[in-house]
């Protein structure tokens, strides 16, 4: 099965710190995304990546940052964290390009004080 | 805004009874997909039904498309406790790898 890991389940930081939230997968996907969701909205595409050192931008970049210097590793940085960032953030990946099934990980609540 | 919409956003039913829940989407679509979020977990892949069907079965989950009408349903059988859940629909389409996700149906399930 595949497995999608998130760093941490639940998460508090203080406005203006600068948050990492962590995503691994061990099946060798391509394809790697980090969402954000909130009551009402749904899930809203931050980043992804379809490769090694590649990301492309989603609906609501603004304030994010990502990083994958391995294939199995996705990061999505928060340069300085504002109450509005206060979210759910779900990773996700892919076996390959195209809109495909995606894998999800369990989630990290991250709230912004 | 390119997001889906589901309705209803909530659905209260008892063990047994069938659940329908529908989406609608905005695009072209090469395939359709649906989802479950269990309370503050991830989302689980449940069916995905392409362009050119019509209709799918899993289980108790039956997917319908309708691409002239831009709209898919799910429905869920016999309903369960169990299958109290958030469900997402998502639609891809042709040369992205992005998925667009619906706004969810909430779903409880009294025993």
């Known amino acids: 099965d595949v497995k999608v890991t998130q760093s941490s389940r639940y998460l508090v930081k203080r406005t203006g710190e600068k948050v990492f939230l962590e995503c691994v997968q061990d099946?060798?996907?391509?394809?790697m995304f980090w969402y954000r969701q909130d009551p009402g909205l749904g899930l809203r595409l931050i980043y992804f990546s379809y490769d090694v050192k590649m990301k492309e931008k989603g609906d609501i970049p603004e304030g994010y940052s990502v990083s994958r210097e391995k294939k199995e590793r996705f990061s999505l940085i928060l340069e300085s964290a504002s109450t509005n960032q206060t979210s759910m953030y779900l990773c996700?990946?892919?076996?390959?390009?195209?809109?495909?099934?995606?894998?999800f990980g369990p989630g990290t609540r991250l709230t912004v004080l | 805004s390119q997001q889906g919409e589901e309705d209803p956003q909530a659905l209260s039913i008892q063990e047994g009874e069938n659940a329908t829940m529908n989406c609608s989407y905005k695009?072209?679509?090469?395939?359709l997909q649906w989802y479950r979020q269990n309370s503050g977990r991830g989302l689980v892949h449940l069916i995905l039904i392409r362009s050119n069907e019509r209709e799918k079965h899993s289980g108790r989950l039956r997917v319908t498309l309708d691409t002239s009408k831009k709209s898919s349903s799910l429905l869920i059988t016999a309903s369960r406790a169990a299958d109290t859940a958030s469900y997402f629909c998502a639609s891809g389409s042709y040369n992205t790898d992005k998925l667009i996700f619906g706004t969810g149906t909430r779903l409880q399930v009294f025993p």
């Open positions: 695009t072209s679509i090469n395939n």
């Open positions: 996700a990946s892919t076996l390959d390009r195209g809109s495909n099934e995606q894998f």
């Open positions: 099946m060798d996907h391509e394809n």
